[in-house]
Structures are given as structure tokens and as C-alpha cells.
């Protein structure tokens, strides 16, 4: 039998690749927060395939923690030469859990791969847990309701409609509070927004960037 030569050394990461990797880091904890206790997710960096793991949540699914080994799949990926840069599969634990998995390979800017995300969700997660997971809280977050919009006029239009419908805005400075909400939300760094916004609250651009000055101002003396 041929034998492999070693795929990478611990060395070969630069910098810049280990920032790469390292980015993902926040995806892990976001993850496995949206999917619940039933849903591993796992970090690899590929300069130590010793230990690739970097960073593990639930790893009860696996049995792993971080400083865990490369896993066949992820080998089989270094070898490719090409493929996907992702992958959905069904794969099983050394119990026989029956796992939903999903993994995107971190590559540089030559196309080398580095590292690999991956997320395994247990089928076998009862379904009381996953309901809790998915349950709205009984009190609503301050985050409040996010908007999906398909264009940046529907955007301007859902957030003007959503601060309009505070009933602390008094109706005789309305426009300006308005203005004043979308600039504290960061609405005008978005392009043309101010244009948008004049023509939605019936005013000119001049009175809208007005209104961001003075507002600007005011923040400004209370710092």
C-alpha cells in the first residue's frame, strides 16, 4: 500500500488563513443557539489535523471537545483535488445516532482548503426539546421584529411604517422624530436612503439632512 504522504504542516497556515479560520469562531455559538442543544457545531483548522478541532458547541452529540482530530471526511476533502466547497449529508455516531450534517470548506485565496465548518443535528433530539427550542419567549427580546425587505424602497417603507407606529412620536414634530429614529438605526448609510425617506414622509432631502444635523448636534452636546 502507497503510503500518504502528510497532508499539511503546522507551519503552512499564514497568518492571514488563521484570521480566515478564525472569523467563523462567532457562526459556532450562532448556530448552535438557533437550532438548540440537539445541533453540534465544529470548527477544524487543518494545520494540526492531530487536533483540528478549534471550537466545539454541544459536542455531547459527538463525544468531542476541542482539540479533537481531523474526521474522515474532512481528510477526504483535503485529498480532493475539486469538489463542492459544501456538503449535506446523513452520517451516524459511533452509537448509532442518526445525524443531518452539513459542512462548508474554509479555503485561501488559492483555493487550498484550511478549515472546515460543520453542523450535525441529531435526529434523535426529542421533539419536546426542539419545540422549546423554537418557542418564542414569553417576553419579547429588545431586539423586537427584524424587517425583510426585497429592495431598499421596501426597507425605507417597513422601518418608516414600524417607527410611525410608536404613539410616543407627537404628531407635530412627526417627520423629525422620524428622521431621528432612522438615523440612530443607521438607515442613511444605506445609499440614496435619504432620498427615499423625503419622498416617503413627504418632505425634501435638504429638511431630511436638516433634521441628521441637528440631531447630530444634539447627540454631540449630551456626549
Known amino acids: 500500500m502507497t503510503e500518504v504522504a502528510p497532508l499539511r504542516d503546522a507551519s503552512t497556515l499564514t497568518d492571514e488563513e488563521r484570521h480566515l479560520i478564525a472569523n ?32 466545539i458547541a454541544n459536542g455531547h452529540i459527538t463525544g468531542r471537545q476541542e482539540g479533537a482530530p481531523v474526521t474522515d471526511f474532512a481528510l477526504d476533502k483535503l485529498h480532493s483535488a ?44 426529542p421533539l419536546g426539546s426542539l419545540l422549546d427550542t423554537f418557542a418564542p419567549p414569553a417576553v419579547p427580546t429588545a431586539h423586537g421584529t427584524e424587517t425583510f425587505a426585497s429592495s431598499v424602497d421596501d426597507l425605507v417603507a417597513q422601518v418608516i411604517a414600524k417607527v410611525d407606529r410608536d404613539p410616543g412620536l407627537g404628531s407635530s414634530v412627526r417627520n423629525k422624530a422620524i428622521v431621528h429614529r432612522l438615523y440612530d438605526m443607521g438607515i442613511f448609510e444605506i445609499k440614496d436612503a435619504a432620498q427615499l425617506v423625503a419622498e416617503l414622509l413627504g418632505i425634501s432631502r435638504h429638511t431630511v439632512y436638516l433634521h441628521i444635523r441637528n440631531h ?5 452636546e449630551q456626549q
Not at 488559492?110 to 450535525?120: D, S
Not at 447630530?216 to 454631540?220: F, S, T, V
Open 24 to 55: 467563523f469562531e462567532p457562526a459556532v455559538a450562532a448556530l448552535s443557539a438557533l437550532f438548540g442543544p440537539g445541533c453540534e457545531v465544529v470548527l477544524h483548522a487543518f494545520d494540526s489535523l492531530h487536533a483540528s478541532v478549534i471550537k
Open 82 to 125: 475539486a469538489g463542492s466547497q459544501w456538503s449535506s449529508y446523513f452520517s451516524r455516531t459511533r452509537e448509532g445516532s442518526l445525524l443531518k450534517s452539513s459542512s462548508i470548506t474554509i479555503s485561501n485565496r488559492e483555493g487550498k482548503p484550511i478549515g472546515m465548518l460543520c453542523v450535525n443535528f441529531s435526529l434523535d433530539t
Open 216 to 220: 447630530k448636534a444634539e447627540l454631540a
